[in-house]
């Protein structure tokens, strides 16, 4: 080699050296990572951003195999690609992710004569920037807000983006929509002073809210919360806003919906009481301008529960919906209907001109006849009315109103009532008594006084009634005429009652233990407890628990309890009436009552009230009363009893008319147990004596014989006042019995009875008694009998069945008359 050749050589070698430190150095101060193999896959240079990348120093990895230092990278699209461009020789470009190191990079790959040349980068951050924009891009996408993005650079803020909602909710394509401002949402006709507001938020460059009317493509207008953002770019220029729509139609549309129905009834749309109280308080604050003067209707339908029951809730609401609409028709625009309850309605009426004629057509409105299934359904309403004169509290106005109108309901119904102080007084009386009245029932306030009953005839006591008393810590003694009457109307009845029925019976229970005698005692009843359900079983229980037979409890109802339900009253008077119960009608004559319904109701004994029998002896009216009274008892075979017998007078008066049962202070007053007991002992005493008393000589005595106790009833009715001592039997045994101890001036008896037939009843008597004349009452004409029993002397006289009365007496006074004879002739003779 010549010199120049060498120097030649030696100059290129050092230029390359030179070349390879300038490359040397320019691959030690790239970014990019640098790796590169030779053609046996090992590895010769490895630059320091690749060390940092890959995290290995380049000592580790020169001189070793590419697939030796990254095992992981063998079977990946690393070994894929590397191997593609070493074998085609053609360069490179991918994404990879290297799992080892959890590194995302992107590689460039260089073939050359020497290997390969691997360029890569970490690219982390941008693959988690790319993740977290696909995220955003999805969120913006499916949400169910609206999204829209508009140009802040562009003039007049073109939308550049719209999402699958707002095309949803507006009804308009993202391709209608790009390019233009929003405010094509505005409709035809956008407010301007809307328009100002928006531009004016827009400029301040904040966050900013509103709620607008929008409008689709339609047409139709939907209500839009609209929130809307400015977005920033780095120099803090607004670049864009984004704006979030909300359709907020259906909730708008449920608040006034419930706003609605806060003031409103569902049933039938009229105001509600919330409303009315409200618009109450607010013409009731005086204020120049608003009405001074308000009447306030209280409109109850009268019965209107029965209605619900016979007819089902359904029909009964569609009665009520009409109702609501005839009571709108009747009034003022700017009057107030309102319904405040089941059948309760409040008709305010700010400036009435005529109240009286609007509570008229109220009444006549609600009365027309309803037309439900084909069928004419009649109903009416009861009306109070309250006055608001410039004071007190709205809400007093309708308690008012409502006062007036229970006693509106009082008053027969189907009328109206107005307010006054005097019927506020009434009722905060009664309401006070309500308390006192239930307090009473919790401390056992009450007590029962009995007052006998009498047999006037023989003056014996035959019953007795007991009688409510109750003894008020403060207010003394109140008599039940008091608090009955309101205990039935709040139902505290039935305690009461129940408390009545069992004293009752306990203290007759003792009266029959203390040998006292065993005596019906009859008990008040309430409707109340009387149409209760177990009603019956509720009195057997009683009798079972205090031990009192049933015979022994008599029950006074009052005609009003059984006007009303008459099947099912029959029923359980029938029920009580089976388990041996006396039924007896109290105050008969007061209930203005059909006189027919009598006959079918299971009772024995009518009590007839003592009203009529206060002046029965000087008012001929009362007397008529008291007469048609007996008379129809005695037909129906029921006994009558007079209560309120004050004097003597009204005893023989009422006896004359043959009434003989009497309770009153002629005979004994109400009175407490023990009196009752002291009474009893005395009169049972008295009785003994007269009983053991020798008859007075001078009174003649008539034997009664039948086997109908009916028949010796009306016998000694009709005899009684004649001055005879009548003696009764109600069989031949019985009649023999009592001729063997007593001196008989006449036997009446009936021609036939169970052992033996009257003529031979007769016929044995003469034979025995020859003095005793008898007179054969008989039914039967039968001649053969009749003749038979004259000729054989046994008869004196004979009467047929039915007898008149006036006969009869004129008949039995010969008789006795001949019989006393006869009687003083044997005497004087014997
Ligand atoms: N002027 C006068 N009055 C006489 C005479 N004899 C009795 N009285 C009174 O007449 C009333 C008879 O009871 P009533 O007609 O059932 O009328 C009773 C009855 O309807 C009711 N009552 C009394 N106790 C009860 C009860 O326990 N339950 C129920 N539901 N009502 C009762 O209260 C009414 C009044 O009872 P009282 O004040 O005890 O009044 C009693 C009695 O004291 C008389 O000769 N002259």
Redesign the pocket.
């Known amino acids: 080699m010549s010199n120049a050749l060498e120097l030649q050589l030696a100059s290129c070698q050092e230029q390359c050296k030179r070349l390879e430190a300038r490359l040397n150095r320019l691959l030690e101060s790239i970014t990019d990572g640098f790796i590169k193999v030779d053609k046996e896959w090992c590895i010769t240079n490895v630059n320091p951003a690749a060390e940092r990348i890959i995290g290995s120093p380049r000592e580790a990895l020169v001189g070793q195999l590419l697939w030796d230092a990254f095992p992981d990278v063998k079977g990946t699209r690393f070994e894929t690609e590397y191997r593609r461009a070493f074998d085609e020789s053609v360069p490179a470009s991918f994404e990879a992710y290297y799992a080892k190191l959890d590194l995302w990079v992107e590689v460039n790959v260089h073939p050359n004569e020497e290997g390969l040349a691997i360029y890569f980068q970490d690219i982390g951050q941008r693959k988690k920037a790319d993740v977290k924009l696909r995220i955003l891009e999805r969120g913006i996408e499916s949400s169910v807000n609206g999204v829209v993005i508009a140009d802040a650079r562009a003039p007049d803020l073109p939308i550049v983006y719209v999402n699958a909602a707002f095309e949803r909710i507006t009804g308009y394509s993202r391709d209608e929509v790009m390019g233009r401002n929003c405010r094509f949402l505005q409709g035809d006709q956008p407010d301007p002073a809307l328009g100002q507001r928006i531009r004016r938020e827009l400029d301040a460059q904040r966050d900013f809210h509103m709620t607008l009317c929008n409008y689709r493509k339609d047409g139709s207008p939907f209500w839009n919360d609209l929130h809307i953002s400015p977005v920033r770019d780095d120099t803090q220029q607004i670049s864009h806003y984004i704006g979030i729509l909300n359709d907020i139609s259906a909730e708008r549309e449920y608040e006034s919906r419930l706003a609605y129905h806060a003031d409103h009834d569902v049933l039938t749309g009229l105001a509600n009481r919330h409303y009315l109280e409200r618009r109450l308080r607010q013409s009731c604050t005086p204020s120049p301008g608003q009405p001074q003067r308000i009447a306030l209707l209280y409109l109850d339908l009268d019965d209107f529960q029965s209605i619900n029951d016979s007819l089902g809730h359904e029909q009964g609401d569609r009665i009520l919906i009409e109702v609501a609409a005839r009571l709108v028709q009747q009034v003022r625009r700017s009057d107030t209907v309102a319904r405040i309850g089941g059948d309760a309605f409040i008709v305010m009426l700010p400036e009435p001109d005529d109240i009286i004629a609007i509570v008229e057509r109220l009444l006549t409105a609600v009365a027309r006849p309803y037309l439900i299934d084909q069928r004419e359904l009649h109903l009416t309403a009861s009306i109070g009315i309250a006055l608001h004169d410039g004071s007190g509290a709205p809400d007093q106005l309708i308690q008012q109103a409502d006062l007036a109108m229970y006693q509106a309901k009082r008053r027969g119904r189907n009328t109206y009532y107005w307010f006054s102080r005097e019927l506020d007084d009434r009722v905060s009386h009664r309401v006070a008594l309500r308390s006192a009245l239930q307090r009473a029932i919790d401390e056992g306030q009450f007590e029962?006084?009995y007052?006998p009953q009498f047999h006037g005839a023989s003056s014996r006591v035959v019953g007795y009634?007991?009688?409510?008393?109750w003894h008020h810590p403060e207010r003394g003694f109140i008599?039940?005429?008091e608090f009955?009457g309101l205990?039935?109307e709040t139902g505290q009845?039935v305690a009461?009652?129940d408390w009545?029925v069992r004293t009752?019976c306990q203290d007759n229970r003792r009266l029959m233990d203390m040998g006292l005698g065993q005596l019906p005692m009859?008990?008040?009843?309430?409707p109340t407890?009387f149409h209760r359900s177990g009603f019956v079983e509720a009195v057997l229980a009683m009798l079972e628990e205090t031990g009192l037979p049933a015979a022994l409890l008599e029950l006074?109802l009052?005609e009003n309890i059984l006007m009303d339900s008459t099947d099912k009253a029959i029923e359980t008077l029938s029920a009580l009436r089976q388990h041996g119960i006396g039924v007896v009608i109290?105050?008969f004559g007061t209930g203005f009552s059909s006189l027919s319904y009598l006959k079918h109701l299971p009772i024995d004994k009518i009590?007839i009230?003592?009203s009529f029998?206060?002046d029965v002896i000087s008012d001929h009216r009362d007397a008529a009363i008291v007469q048609g009274i007996i008379a129809m008892a005695n037909r129906l075979q029921l006994k009558v009893i007079a209560?309120?017998?004050?004097t003597q007078a009204h005893h023989a008066y009422l006896s004359r008319l043959w009434c003989d049962l009497f309770?009153?202070?002629?005979?004994a007053?109400?009175m407490p147990f023990d009196d009752l007991v002291a009474f009893m002992r005395e009169h049972n005493a008295r009785a003994h004596e007269t009983d053991l008393a020798q008859p007075d000589a001078s009174t003649p005595t008539i034997l009664l014989v039948d086997d109908e106790i009916n028949v010796l009833r009306a016998l000694t009715r009709t005899l009684r006042r004649e001055g005879y001592r009548i003696l009764t039997a109600s069989s031949a045994q019985q009649a023999f019995e009592l001729l063997a101890t007593e001196e008989v001036a006449l036997v009446i008896s009936d021609q036939r009875m169970p052992e033996m037939n009257g003529t031979e009843f007769l016929k044995r008597i003469k034979a025995l008694y020859p003095r005793t004349l008898q007179i054969l009452l008989s039914g039967y004409t039968d001649l053969k009998t009749v003749t038979e029993a004259i000729n054989e002397g046994a008869v004196y006289k004979f009467l047929t069945k039915p007898w008149d009365d006036d006969e009869l007496r004129l008949i039995v006074h010969q008789t006795v008359r001949e019989a006393v004879s006869l009687h003083d002739d044997t005497g004087r003779g014997g």
């Open positions: 029962l006084h007052q009634e007991a009688l409510i008393r008599p039940p005429g009955i205990a039935e009845i009461i009652n009545v009752a009859a008990v008040n009843l309430s407890q006074e009052t109290d105050d009590k009230d003592r029998i206060k209560e309120g017998v004050e309770q009153g202070f002629y005979f007053r109400p």
